[in-house]
């Protein structure tokens, strides 16, 4: 997943996207906490993942409350 086409998504649609990174980053946590988890990268990749959304929210927020 890459900022452009986070960008091209709705609020709404994002904080959706925001909703399934963190339960897969759960998810992921306990996999490892149990000795269940093959791909370690993985964590790494949806942690990034979940900063991108949020980066990408806050701009538009930004946004909307400077066109007001």
């Known amino acids: 997943m890459n900022a452009n086409e986070l960008r091209e998504k709705t609020p709404d649609e994002l904080r959706e996207q925001l909703v399934a990174l963190k339960k897969e980053a759960f998810n992921l946590r306990f996999q490892g906490a149990t000795g269940q988890l ?5 964590m ?3 942690r ?8 990408i929210l806050n701009e538009k927020a930004a946004a909307a409350a400077g066109t007001e």
């Open 48 to 55: 990034r993942d979940v900063a991108r959304v949020n980066t």
């Open 38 to 42: 093959e791909n370690t990268a993985r």
């Open 44 to 46: 790494r990749t949806v």
